[in-house]
């Protein structure tokens, strides 16, 4: 019997990480529960949820920065709550969002340079909209300062960044959202639930497209677009805990068209796909290892492992513009442990120095398509792309002002902690207002009451006072036609 091998330009990709001294050190990452990446990447930036005391914060690392970070690393803070998640926008490398416990989505603008006197990142805009943490927020790959973000108030808003207004809100799911994903032109958006549900949505309309059964497992879901393709993955989980990897049609979710078995474990998969590759790039949490896998006519083929013994908590994967080509890198990761990031690149091997068009087509470029108000009045459009053989530059800084700025941020050096007790004391001053607060809305509550039963009493008054009033006239008549007759009987009997 003949055996036939799948020919792949991929077959042979292998990921190398970093060396200590290229990697970011002395990190304090956040240790909040909440499922998400933990780290997000642009050509100049990454951004790390970060564990700190009295509120909420993230950091912002140069990508040239590496090594060990200094103990007072400048924060970015502003959130009363623990950072969940984080994005950048993809047409403003100095543009990142963050979503938090405390309910408020809020966006940052990142100085060019970080000195020693930069103490404070204050944010330029605050979004509040949502009744309960905010778990993810992810920016549009088409319009231009459009934002979504998903709540535990089972709720996805879409918002005007610039303008600082929520434009649309999405409901239909009955559980928390785990993932969300915009398809390749961000006409739909793809979510995973914790009711085991697999939507489509046109967000616009506030519209379900699609829906269809998930993974049957209890823990989380995820979700991503296969390019510009009419077919998504999801990862997740079986009822017997095994991890799976399903590839689904978006115009029929009422099963996958194809399931595949990754293993037992309990570690979430992080899926992560390279359109220009057609590379699907699979890390679990608690796992030392990245699957890859390569799409092609509706199924999944594995390529290889990259293997680590170092565990990780979170992923992320730099935007293909800004690879070393020069290296054959066609992707690179940036995998989280407890107190360091790891670059992994992930090459080609080739002899030739020159550019290798076959696995370079062109990516997509950090030039918008659309404004946002063209995008919410209807209109569609493909990413615009770069061709990598010229070399991808990052552009100089655009500015960003939105026209709605916060009021908070023209002082944070008065409301900024200094130390580990200003943290503490800032902590239990939040928490008296907090609990100030919920005893005002509570003597609101009984004052609300109080006043329904008082207008519930006057309008039983008010209609039995109406009833009265009608009564009367029949009997009023009744006695007066008696006192007549009578009246007049006595007059006949003197006669």
């Not at 020919?7 to 304090?28: E, I, P």
């Not at 912002?60 to 060990?68: E, F, I, T, Y």
């Not at 999944?300 to 492992?305: D, H, K, M, Q």
């Not at 770069?386 to 939105?402: C, H, Q, R, S, Y």
Request: aromatic share 10%; glycine share 6%; charged share 30%.
């Amino acid at each position: 019997m003949s055996r036939f091998v799948r020919s792949s330009k991929y077959r042979h990709v292998y990921g190398t990480c970093a060396k200590r001294d290229f990697c970011y050190d002395n990190l304090r990452v956040s240790a909040n529960a909440w499922d998400t990446n933990l780290v997000k990447v642009n050509p100049l930036f990454l951004s790390v949820n970060w564990q700190a005391s009295g509120g909420g914060a993230f950091a912002v690392v140069p990508l040239s920065n590496v090594g060990k970070l200094p103990e007072n690393y400048p924060l970015y803070r502003g959130h009363t709550a623990p950072v969940l998640d984080t994005d950048f926008n993809p047409f403003n490398d100095y543009v990142v969002a963050s979503g938090s416990e405390d309910t408020k989505i809020m966006i940052w603008t990142i100085p060019e340079t970080y000195d020693e006197d930069l103490e404070f990142v204050a944010p330029v805009s605050k979004l509040s909209g949502h009744g309960r943490k905010v778990g993810q927020v992810l920016f549009h790959p088409v319009a231009e300062n459009v934002l979504a973000s998903s709540s535990a108030d089972l709720t996805i808003k879409l918002w005007d960044i610039e303008k600082g207004q929520e434009k649309q809100e999405i409901t239909g799911h009955t559980e928390i959202i785990q993932s969300l994903a915009w398809n390749y032109n961000g006409s739909l958006l793809a979510t995973t639930c914790r009711d085991k549900r697999l939507r489509i949505f046109d967000v616009r309309s506030n519209k379900i497209v699609q829906e269809g059964p998930g993974h049957q497992g209890i823990k989380g879901s995820r979700v991503v677009w296969l390019g510009d393709t009419d077919r998504l993955a999801t990862t997740g989980f079986s009822k017997m805990s095994d991890r799976q990897l399903y590839l689904w049609d978006a115009n029929d979710l009422a099963k996958p068209l194809k399931t595949e078995f990754i293993d037992t474990s309990s570690g979430i998969l992080m899926p992560f796909y390279d359109a220009d590759t057609k590379m699907l790039y699979i890390s679990g949490k608690g796992d030392g290892n990245i699957r890859y896998y390569e799409y092609e006519n509706d199924a999944f083929f594995f390529l290889s492992e990259y293997k680590s013994g170092e565990s990780q908590r979170g992923m992320g994967f730099l935007p293909k513009r800004s690879v070393n080509v020069s290296e054959c890198e066609v992707a690179r990761a940036y995998k989280v442990g407890n107190t360091l990031i790891e670059p992994i690149s992930f090459t080609v091997p080739r002899r030739s120095d020159a550019f290798q068009s076959d696995i370079y087509p062109p990516a997509i470029g950090d030039e918008p398509a659309l404004t946002a108000d063209e995008w919410f009045e209807g209109k569609d459009a493909n990413p615009k792309t770069i061709d990598l053989e010229a070399g991808f530059t990052v552009k100089e800084k655009k500015e960003f002002a939105p026209s709605a700025p916060v009021e908070e941020s023209k002082t944070p050096e008065t409301a900024s902690p200094k130390n580990e007790k200003d943290y503490q004391n800032a902590y239990h001053e939040l928490r008296k207002e907090n609990e100030d607060l919920k005893g005002t809305l509570s003597q609101r509550d009984v004052k609300i009451r109080v006043l329904e039963l008082e207008i519930e009493k006057l309008q039983q008054q008010i209609a039995e006072a109406k009833l009265t009033k009608e009564d009367p006239k029949p009997n009023g008549s009744a006695e007066e036609a008696t006192k007549a007759e009578s009246e007049e009987k006595e007059s006949n009997d003197d006669e």
